[in-house]
């Protein structure tokens, strides 16, 4: 199982960044995707979830109205739009995925917010 993020940046308050995971090594229709985030100094936190077959999605409340997740099956990708960015967004943002009752993570992507 591999999971390969990117789309990371340096972005001021206000501004969007999509964020991408490639995934492979499993059959990506088959599992729930999920982003977490780790800001410096504080523990990992989950983000955002999007189910299997992409019919659910479910927020952190410090998130919800600003992302938006979305899978593409064809392209076995996961996004995560990003919208209205504040400077507590700033973390490295990770992908996530449990197979066969294993987790799996990405080597994540650095967001950081700041004028």
């Known amino acids: 199982v591999q999971l390969v993020e990117s789309g990371g940046g340096l972005v001021q308050p206000g501004g969007s960044l999509r964020l991408s995971c490639a995934a492979s090594?499993?059959?990506?229709?088959?599992?729930?995707m999920r982003w977490y985030r780790q800001a410096p100094g504080k523990a990992r936190e989950w983000v955002a979830l999007?189910?299997?077959?992409?019919?659910?999605?479910n927020y952190a409340d410090s998130v919800k109205g600003r992302f938006t997740i979305s899978r593409d099956t064809a392209k076995n990708t996961v996004y995560l739009q990003m919208n209205n960015l504040k400077p507590e967004d700033t973390a490295v943002y990770y992908c996530?995925?449990?197979?066969?009752?294993?987790?799996?993570w990405g080597q994540g992507t650095q967001v950081t917010v700041s004028s």
């Open positions: 090594g499993f059959t990506f229709s088959s599992g729930d």
């Open positions: 999007i189910t299997r077959t992409g019919d659910s999605t």
């Open positions: 996530h995925v449990l197979v066969l009752r294993t987790a799996y």
